[in-house]
């Protein structure tokens, strides 16, 4: 019954789509370009400005490059700098206040997903002081205009410089849950490989990871993906299969930074239309309760939940394989050395194979919150219910 349920909305949500606007915010590439951020700001009349970042990305010295060149362009800002990786409904409220109590006009998210997706929160409370964040997770909640809203990528991971979504933690029950609007689509996005060289080997292959988590569950998604969603999809496995290796190993390396900015922000549109899946929503649970790096999650779950997926997914990981020039004999063979390539590479950037943190009693919320997040709504090849959901979490628990 469930299943009808869920192929009735998803086939109300496909023909949505289409009416949905999907786009890709203007944006600079290349290296250095964040100098040009100044001169974006002014073109762009973005008024006085309010920078949102974190503590790390202080203590590197990048935010205050970033804000000394604000300075120096006479351009006005107030700057809130507290957020926490998995950023919380408290980050978002006390980032608004800043914004608020300063007459901001508009947002620079400086940072990776954390402080990207605070501020995407902080848009969406400009538009509703009085509402929580709560009450705007879901779909299509804020519908209504937002602050400007320029991205400034310092991870090749989230694409949240391009997506529709923003995902808080809420501080009280530490359920991560996403607000997914368009009007959360980034004005900017500043994508300066330079940024990224200073991410230590373990952020830059769990970042790279998750990116790639965003290209093979869109790609693997049923639905609601046209032509465009596709191809870039492609695009970003292909480039994470031959740069992200080289970025760990080397993270001077410029080229594979370049390739992995790019890759990063091509699956982040892949997945705006096409929707991540269940190691998202197993892995968006785990960061809200255990306080586990995103990319992390995504890292350890993303072959475990492709091979649970069977023959199903098979047809379609095979086609990520040949784009990569992974050779098999049939279509189950590629997408099995698909998979051990991924399997391989975990290994090599010293990931873990398993879970380590669920505890026993936490089970059943988890199941829930993943179950709620992913069920109807992402078009997953196999639809798993609340047994599939346990069986699979206990098969790769340590
Ligand atoms: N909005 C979306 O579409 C979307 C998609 C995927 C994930 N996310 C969310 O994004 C968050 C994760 O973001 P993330 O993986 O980019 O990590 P992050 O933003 O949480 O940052 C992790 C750590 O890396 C540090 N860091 C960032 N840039 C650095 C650099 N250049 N050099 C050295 N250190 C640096 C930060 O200071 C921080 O300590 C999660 O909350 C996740 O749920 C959002
Ligand atoms: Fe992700």
């Not at 409370?125 to 879901?138: C, D, E, I, N």
Request: charged share 25%; net charge negative.
């Amino acid at each position: 019954m469930y299943r009808v349920y869920r192929d009735v909305f998803q086939g109300g949500m496909k023909v949505a789509n289409y009416f949905m606007g999907y786009h890709m915010p203007e944006y600079i590439f290349g290296r250095g370009c964040v100098r040009d951020l100044p001169q974006v700001l002014k073109d762009k009349d973005a008024g006085k400005v309010l920078v949102v970042t974190d503590e790390g990305l202080v203590r590197l010295g990048i935010a205050g490059r970033v804000l000394d060149s604000l300075r120096d362009a006479g351009i006005e800002y107030a700057l809130y700098s507290d957020v926490i990786p998995n950023p919380t409904s408290e980050n978002v409220e006390a980032g608004f206040r800043v914004f608020r109590e300063n007459g901001c006009q508009s947002v620079v998210a400086l940072g990776g997903g954390s402080p990207m997706d605070c501020a995407k929160g902080i848009c969406a409370k400009a538009a509703h002081p009085r509402k929580t964040v709560r009450q705007l997770q879901g779909l299509l909640r804020v519908h209504k205009r937002v602050p400007m809203l320029i991205t400034v990528p310092t991870t090749s991971g989230t694409g949240s410089e391009t997506t529709v979504a923003a995902v808080i933690t809420d501080a009280a029950t530490h359920h991560k849950a996403t607000i997914l609007d368009l009007v959360l689509i980034p004005t900017f996005a500043v994508l300066d490989p330079e940024l990224t060289v200073t991410l230590p080997p373990d952020l830059t292959a769990t970042t790279g990871m998750d990116a790639l988590c965003h290209a093979v569950e869109a790609y693997t998604n049923r639905r609601y993906n046209t032509k465009y969603e596709d191809i870039l999809a492609v695009r970003a496995v292909r480039l994470i299969y031959d740069n992200l290796q080289a970025a760990y190993e080397d993270g001077s390396d410029l080229v594979a930074r370049e390739n992995m900015q790019l890759a990063a922000f091509y699956a982040g549109r892949a997945f705006t239309r096409g929707c991540v899946g269940y190691v998202h929503a197993i892995g968006h649970t785990l960061g809200g309760l255990y306080g586990v790096p995103h990319g992390k999650a995504m890292a350890i779950l993303l072959p475990h939940v492709m091979r649970a997926f069977g023959e199903a997914a098979q047809p379609r990981l095979a086609e990520l394989a040949d784009a990569c020039g992974i050779p098999g004999e049939s279509a189950a063979d590629k997408a099995d050395r698909f998979l051990s390539w991924i399997e391989e590479m975990k290994r090599r950037m010293n990931v873990p194979e398993r879970l380590n943190m669920i505890r026993e009693e936490d089970m059943d919320q988890i199941i829930w919150w993943a179950m709620k997040e992913a069920n109807p709504l992402y078009p997953t090849p196999v639809l798993w219910n609340y047994d599939d959901f346990k069986a699979f979490i206990d098969s790769v628990r340590e």
